[in-house]
């Protein structure tokens, strides 16, 4: 199976790519891959919502998060969104080797293909 990087860019307008991100990335792990997500762009955003119980993607939001599968969140994305305290109280790790961005190269060094959502 392969190793797959899923870097999702999309915020609260596109709510469907985050369920897919994470619905992908739980798939790959369960057939025995490797997967892994980044959050970049828009998508720190999510951070304000979903750790409330309430919100409807919650509970896949857990899901993943115990997973271990979310493996950075852009600093800059982060900062811009304002969800730097958001980030830091979900225990999420806050990435900026690429110019205040995550970078792929060491994702790509590792074998994992990059895959942005």
Same mark, same amino acid.
């Given at each position: 199976m392969?190793? @797959?990087? =899923?870097?999702?860019?999309?915020g609260l307008e596109m709510?469907? &790519?985050? %369920?897919?991100?994470? +619905?992908?990335?739980?798939? +790959? @792990?369960a057939r025995g891959g490797e997967a892994t997500i980044i959050l970049e762009g828009e998508s720190p955003r999510w951070? =304000? =919502?979903l750790p409330d119980p309430q919100h409807g993607r919650?509970? =896949?939001?857990? &899901?993943?998060?115990e997973s271990g599968l979310?493996?950075? %969140?852009?600093k800059a994305c982060?900062?811009?969104?304002q969800a730097l305290a958001a980030t830091a109280e979900e225990g999420l790790p806050l990435v900026y080797d690429a110019s205040g961005?995550?970078?792929?190269?060491p994702y790509l060094e590792a074998g994992y293909r990059v895959l942005i959502v």
């Open positions: 392969n190793k @797959v990087a =899923l870097v999702l860019m999309a709510p469907c &790519r985050l %369920v897919h991100t994470f +619905i992908w990335a739980l798939d +790959i @792990v951070l =304000l =919502l919650h509970l =896949l939001y857990q &899901r993943v998060k979310i493996v950075a %969140v852009c982060a900062t811009q969104a961005h995550v970078s792929l190269a």
